[in-house]
């Protein structure tokens, strides 16, 4: 066919930044990675553009860009796996892992209908509270507002309704409560969905999903959704196993919509693998294009003019994504498009009176290009997602995070780097990452193919991209680590007998032990058992376990205590020094205790200053004894502190955020976490100054634009 031009822009030559501490902490650690990882410095600011030049199309992603076009509309038909689903969860437990796109929503929807015809009750859960306040509004249209409630560490509303909607974490916990109350139907919901159940390998959060497979009662049916699960014969027979109830596994099969992965290689937009072939035929000299800077404005331009758009770039920083956005140029598009973008801001402005001095709603209306990554308030983001959902936008420039949940599909994703910060380093893509990524490139029912396109750059290695293309996920691995907060309440809900045998059941011990023989299950579930003494041993040094091993009177409230550090809140509520006549000075305490991102060093002064230094001698014994017996501490956040104080005291958001020094989805994401502590303090028994306190300094951190 021979090559066909577009306007892609040919990226400006600039030198190779130096490397900075990522590559020093490498060396101090004596490593070599064999994966080059990416400076800091790489966010250093966007020179000035060079003129565009034409850009060549192989003949290969021609013949790909010649499937582009919209499906026939017709009437929704359930696919076989789908119907599969629904008819199973009606008699078993169910692991469903099939493409993103392919209609994992549909089948909870429909086994919850099921459940609610036969007069029973159904419990949603998701990792993140965003994905809930989501689920909450979708399922209140299908299903009637009074039939659907909403719990999360901000929200409660209609908590006694059939379905109810909520994160892991408050599942977690209904369920600690149900064991300590023994009564079984204390849950009150016979089926549970768990979507995006790979975050049971999730370092973080895989704990809890683990903690609510094993507690959760047999008698009610699990539905586990997710687009990525390797092993899920493995979770089914462990599952099968020790939950004394089938587990049946339905595969989805292929992508509802084709992907084809293409490569802009030295100014020509190809196939991924002839794009590696010459590489390969360049010899070991480094490629010409590994010395270039993408124009994210050009490279837009490109992908509209081959209809390519709605398009998902995945960067690796925040920066990157705020800067590429800014570096778009307006171009024409259709008065239609505009008029209903203009629409849905205006509703959204109604709602949200903040949002209207935000530059980046101005870029929204007019270039119809934006960023979006945790910095982002909240509210931006919830019009961002609604803007691309409902194809009023032509890219979103995201870092990789946004694959995890979120549901605005595009045609194309745009993915210029083959590795991803962690908080600490960069490290290669794995290929769960770039599925999630992957995953959203072609919407089901307006495309009939999906791209994801690589850019090249000095830190994308396409060997490594090409072979994530052709594998398998990776499987998920337990993360179940003991924590005080899950020993205390364990104890509190049952004897010792059983809750060695309710470990016995992790899957931890599932994946520890290298055959299921009786003999190597046993060697795995003792590692566990020893660890959990170590904490129980603690424990009763501090008189929070007596002689019997139950839990004391202080017991009883630290277990009461489900946050990252209990101890050192209860051994401040016993020294009696939270201040409680306070509302502001409470949230800023407590907001100290946070593990949160680390920011500038600084010191509190005045009220603050001597409210803080009272707990920290309040605890600091403890917290020595926590560090000598090998347990996490927490640091204390002052600069967090005095954000949380100032905010509380009714200082404006933006002078508040302004001071901490970090995105305004980062305060947010802080003054949340400190009003779900403060949600526990208000419900202490026996502390009702301390109760009547935390719940004034709650609801003046909820105030907009938090909430």
């Known amino acids: 066919m021979g090559l066909s031009r577009l ?14 501490s990522y590559d020093k902490t490498f060396a101090r650690r004596g490593k070599k990675p064999s994966y080059k990882p990416h400076p800091k410095t790489r966010d250093f600011k966007t020179p000035t553009l060079a003129v565009a030049k034409p850009t060549l199309v192989s003949s290969e992603a021609q013949n790909l860009l010649n499937q582009i076009g919209v499906p026939d509309k017709s009437e929704f038909v359930p696919d076989p796996f789908q119907l599969q689903a629904v008819d199973l969860a009606a008699i078993y437990d169910v692991i469903v892992a099939a493409p993103t796109g392919s209609g994992k929503t549909w089948i909870a929807t429909e086994a919850i209908a099921r459940e609610l015809a036969g007069g029973g009750r159904a419990w949603y859960a998701s990792p993140l509270k965003a994905l809930s306040n989501a689920k909450y509004l979708e399922f209140r249209k299908i299903f009637g507002e009074e039939m659907v409630g909403l719990v999360t560490g901000d929200n409660r509303f209609n908590v006694g309704a059939p379905v109810v909607v909520g994160t892991t974490e408050i599942l ?40 609510v497979l094993i507690y959760l009662p047999t008698r009610v049916r699990l539905l586990l959704l997710s687009a990525t699960i390797a092993n899920a014969k493995e ?64 490279i837009l331009k490109g992908l509209e003019s081959l209809d390519l758009t709605p398009a998902i770039f995945f960067l690796a920083s925040r920066k ?78 995201a870092t990789s995070t946004v694959s995890a949940g979120v549901n605005f599909p595009a045609r194309t994703v745009v993915i210029p780097q083959s590795d991803r910060f962690n908080g600490s380093d960069f490290r290669p893509l794995s290929a769960t990452e770039l599925a999630q990524m992957t995953g959203r490139a072609g919407r089901r029912g307006q495309d009939l193919i999906g791209f994801a396109i690589i850019l090249p750059g000095p830190y994308t290695q396409l060997k490594h991209l090409e072979a994530l293309f052709h594998s398998e996920p990776e499987p998920i691995r337990s993360q179940l680590v003991m924590n005080f907060s899950m020993v205390l309440n364990l104890i509190g809900a049952m004897d010792l007998g059983d809750i060695h045998l309710l470990l016995a059941r992790s899957l931890a011990a599932w994946q520890k032990a290298k055959n299921k023989t009786p003999k190597s299950l046993g060697q795995a579930v003792q590692t566990i058992w020893s660890d959990f ?25 630290a277990a009461r205590l489900r946050l990252e550090h209990p101890l050192v809140f209860y051994q401040a509520i016993r020294q009696k020094a939270l201040p409680t006549s306070d509302p502001a000075l409470l949230a800023g305490v407590v907001a100290s205790f946070i593990n949160d991102k680390p920011s500038i060093a600084t010191r509190p002064t005045g009220p603050l200053k ?87 300094a709650r609801q003046k951190l909820l105030r907009e634009p938090v909430l």
């Open 7 to 20: 306007y892609f822009g040919e990226p400006k030559k600039t030198l190779m930044p130096k490397y900075d």
């Open 172 to 211: 977690r916990n209904q369920l600690y409560d149900a064991m300590s109350f023994t009564q079984d139907g204390r849950l009150g919901s016979d089926l549970v969905v768990l979507d995006e159940a790979h975050y049971l390998g999730d370092p973080e959060r895989g704990v809890v999903w683990e903690e």
């Open 320 to 397: 990157q994504c705020d800067e590429a956005a800014k570096s778009i140029v307006a171009v024409p598009e259709p008065q239609e498009k505009r008029l209903r973008r203009h629409e849905v801001i205006q509703e959204y402005l109604s709602d949200f009176p903040f949002l209207s001095r935000s530059p980046r709603v101005k870029t929204l209306e007019n270039l119809a290009v934006a960023a979006h990554h945790a910095g982002h308030l909240p509210s931006y983001k919830m019009l961002v997602e609604d803007l691309m959902s409902q194809g009023l936008l032509k890219a979103i420039f």
């Open 610 to 696: 001597d409210a803080l230094n009272r707990v920290i001698w309040a605890v600091a014994p403890l917290v020595e004894k926590l560090g000598e017996a090998g347990f996490p501490v927490p640091a204390c956040q002052k600069r967090a502190a005095i954000a949380a104080y100032d905010f509380a005291s009714d200082k404006p958001f933006s002078e508040v955020t302004k001071f901490y020094g970090q995105d305004e989805g980062d305060a947010v994401r802080l003054f949340l976490r400190t009003a779900e502590y403060l949600n526990q303090l208000r419900n202490l028994p026996g502390q009702k100054e301390l109760s009547q306190t935390a719940a004034i």
């Open 533 to 557: 003494e170590d904490h129980l041993i603690f424990l009763k040094k501090e008189g929070l376990v007596n002689s019997f091993d139950q839990l004391t009177e202080w017991g009883e409230l």
């Open 235 to 298: 979770l089914a027979d462990w599952l099968t196993k020790n939950r004394a109830h089938p587990t049946k596994v339905v595969l989805g099969g292929e992508r509802p919509v084709p992907l084809a992965p293409l490569c802009l290689h030295q100014g020509t937009l190809t196939t991924l693998q002839r794009a590696i072939r010459k590489d390969r035929a360049s010899g070991p000299r480094q490629p010409r294009h590994l010395q270039t800077r993408l124009n994210y404005n050009q």
